[in-house]
């Protein structure tokens, strides 16, 4: 074995608290190096009484590395481990201090949890996990009330620019709530909605006042308290990094230099404020002087930020925040920030606008979420650009399902297009079966979908401001058979819970290029998803293999909760335990504990599965597909086909 591809390290995503009884191990090796990975595990003070192998699975690979996992609940909170791997004749064992060739007899020198503290456990709000998003862009999504329009407003469904206005507000949300309904939508995300000069509105002037051409506080309570009663949660955006050049603290900073009572509230490098050669003598989102970078260590500034994240939440009802460039943010001010928001409401759901590994924003103390960039990248370069295969598409996720732990993995902020990219269609050259594709991968992956307005109809644009177009209401305007496909795949999602789960498996991958089949399991729901991405028809076959009943395909949590002898109150110090230990004999004692089996093996006999959805013939919504006796299932896929199939006993 390749030892010096073998890695773990204690916290983040390779040990961790799923909740407040559940640790998941993460281990790392080299791609099909090993054969069999155990976890020995037991409690530190009770070392030779609670030893235990825990065998380990692969959650994941990518292509260099396979990553391993498994779940145990320690009786008392607290765990110490270490990694057993087998191939072949060759056994080794990783503990803190390195490798050894037998299992040391101190137990001190293995890796340590030292306990699980209720506090420290990540806990994303669980609505989330079971939500599909729909970003709504304000200012284009629909004009409902019309004597907000701005003065120098354009026709609706003009062609827009960085510049021109076409009176979207939020009463045209409120006319089209049964749209957002009917799509299968339980959570909006808007963009900013507070007063700013700008039809984006990331430029903000007052972060307490809804912008007058959106409505008022009042009518933005209204339209919540509306979504609300149908289910449907509300997310703000929030931009914290940068105000507006209008905002009354900078206007005062213009205005009075640095006697201005506001001008630490902005990093400025050089007095006056000005811009020179294209570059502001203050700080700014990129090198925007319409956007002036806020001290967010200045405890007033804190104060008065905080005060606005209170603000919608108790007063208007939000369920969250989105926030904008949050990575530029000190981490300081998203710990406080946090810590103010679950206050208030504990469910309400914090995400943040990153665009790579996140994991320092990950951790519980900061965000819920971030917006998965990387799975957008991932998804498009083999379904939309077509620039890898399958193979590495396959790998692009391995590795992007070992980055973070489950529960963030569950609730990560899914999307393939927004107010700041491409749309979609676009992406996919306006090729619908492509963008279907796409879309049907993000609604069946783990992590919480977030559809772009008017990508449901077929609306298509490049970057920005084409991205930004008004939607198209018009019925004779809409693609009605996309809008059917979503409709359906998203009422798929809300039906299996194995589609909500972090458990994916991919099951064949590679033989052709561009089609990839995966499993989604949760308890005795089963599906499989097979897409061909590519222009011509592909034969797959493949063999199913069967589960063990009692485990499924999800980390199986092993608990060990008795003891082989008594523990008396002042007579068991682990320095007394380890010393009784024989390491010749414990070794082999363990190999004889009785282990849960996880291993996948082939079916003896043929599986049945009905379609839930497909693309196209041969596969009717509703036949069975039925594999051989030897569990090998044959699929013969259309150019840009696919199908979900169900495991059913009928």
């Keep these: 074995m390749l030892l010096e591809a073998v890695y773990h390290r204690p916290k983040q995503n390779w040990a961790y608290a799923y ?17 069999l990975v155990e976890a020995i595990v037991g409690d530190k003070y009770a070392w030779e009484q609670t030893i235990t192998a825990v065998p380990m699975r692969i959650l994941s690979s990518d292509a260099h590395f396979d990553y391993w996992e498994t779940s145990v609940i320690p009786p008392f909170r607290r765990l110490r481990y270490a990694f057993r791997l087998t191939s072949g004749s060759e056994s080794i064992i990783l503990t803190d201090k390195g490798f050894e060739s037998v299992l040391p007899d101190n137990s001190n020198t293995f890796f340590d949890f030292p306990y699980i503290n209720p506090i420290d456990v990540f806990e994303p709000p669980a609505w989330v996990k079971d939500a599909v998003f729909y970003q709504i862009f304000p200012e284009r999504f629909a004009n409902g009330d019309p004597s907000l329009n701005p003065a120098n407003m354009l026709p609706w469904g003009g062609e827009p620019t960085p510049q021109n206005f ?28 507070f007063e700013a000069t700008t039809n984006h509105k ?30 449907i949660r509300v997310l703000l955006d929030a931009v914290f990094n940068h105000s507006g050049r209008t905002f009354p603290p900078f206007v005062d900073a213009q205005v009075n230099g640095q006697q201005s009572k506001f001008a630490d ?30 001290n967010t260590e200045h405890p007033e500034v804190k104060q008065y930020l905080f005060e606005v994240a209170r603000y919608w939440i108790e007063e208007i009802g939000i369920d969250g925040w989105r926030l904008d460039v949050a990575n530029e943010v000190d981490h300081q001010f998203w710990r406080e920030f946090r810590q103010t928001v679950k206050a208030v ?21 900061q965000f819920d979420a971030v917006m998965n960039y990387p799975l957008t990248n991932a998804v498009l370069d083999f379904f939309a650009y077509q620039t890898i295969d399958a193979t590495a598409f396959t790998h692009a996720i391995g590795t992007q399902l070992a980055a973070y732990p489950q529960q963030v993995t569950e609730t990560a902020f899914n999307l393939l297009d927004s107010h700041d990219t491409p749309r979609l269609l676009t992406i996919c050259e306006d090729n619908v079966d492509t963008m279907k594709l796409s879309s049907l991968f993000q609604l069946t992956f783990p992590g919480t979908p977030c559809i772009y307005y008017g990508d449901e109809v077929g609306m298509n644009g490049a970057g920005d401001p084409g991205c930004r177009k008004c939607m198209v209401w018009d019925p004779a305007e809409q693609n009605l058979e996309l809008l059917k496909f979503y409709k359906a795949a998203i009422s798929l999602r809300h039906r299996y819970r194995a589609l909500r789960s972090a458990d994916l498996r991919f099951v064949d991958a590679g033989k052709s290029g561009g089609s990839v089949v995966y ?6 729901q089963r599906l499989l998803i097979a897409m061909n991405a590519r222009a011509e028809a592909a034969n797959l076959s493949f063999e199913i293999e069967s589960v063990h009943a009692d485990t499924g395909l999800a980390p199986h949590a092993v608990v060990f909760t008795g003891f082989d002898s008594k523990i008396e109150a002042g007579t068991g110090a682990a320095a007394d335990l380890h010393e009784k230990s024989d390491a010749k004999n414990l070794v082999p004692a363990i190999s004889k504990i009785p282990s849960t089996d996880i291993a996948l093996s082939t079916s003896e006999s043929s599986s049945k599965w009905k379609v839930l959805l497909s693309s196209s ?34």
Aim: with cysteine; proline share 5%; hydrophobic share 35%.
């Design 265 to 294: 509230w902005f990093y400025v490098r050089e007095w006056p404020l000005q811009v020179v050669n294209g570059v502001p003598s203050y700080e700014t989102f990129a090198f925007e002087p319409l956007m002036p970078k806020l």
């Design 19 to 35: 909740d407040g009884q559940t640790l998941h191990l993460r281990l790392r090796t080299k791609k099909d190096d090993a054969a």
């Design 166 to 193: 076409f009176g979207g507000d939020l009463q045209g949300v409120l006319d089209h709530l049964d749209h957002i309904s009917e799509l299968g939508i339980n959570a909006v995300y808007f963009t900013p909605l």
């Design 519 to 524: 499993e989604r399991r949760d308890g005795d």
């Design 345 to 365: 409401n504990p469910e309400a759901y914090i995400l943040g606008e990153i665009w790579h590994d996140s994991i320092m924003w990950l951790q519980g103390d």
């Design 617 to 650: 013939s041969p596969f009717a919504e509703g036949s069975i597909v039925t594999s051989n006796k030897n569990g090998e299932l044959q699929l013969q896929l259309p150019a840009y086909g696919f199908v979900i199939l169900e495991q059913t006993n009928a």
């Design 202 to 231: 990331y430029d903000t002037q007052d972060y307490m006042k809804v912008d007058p051409h959106f409505g008022t506080n009042e009518k933005l309570k209204e339209l919540v308290e509306a979504c609300h009663a149908r289910g």
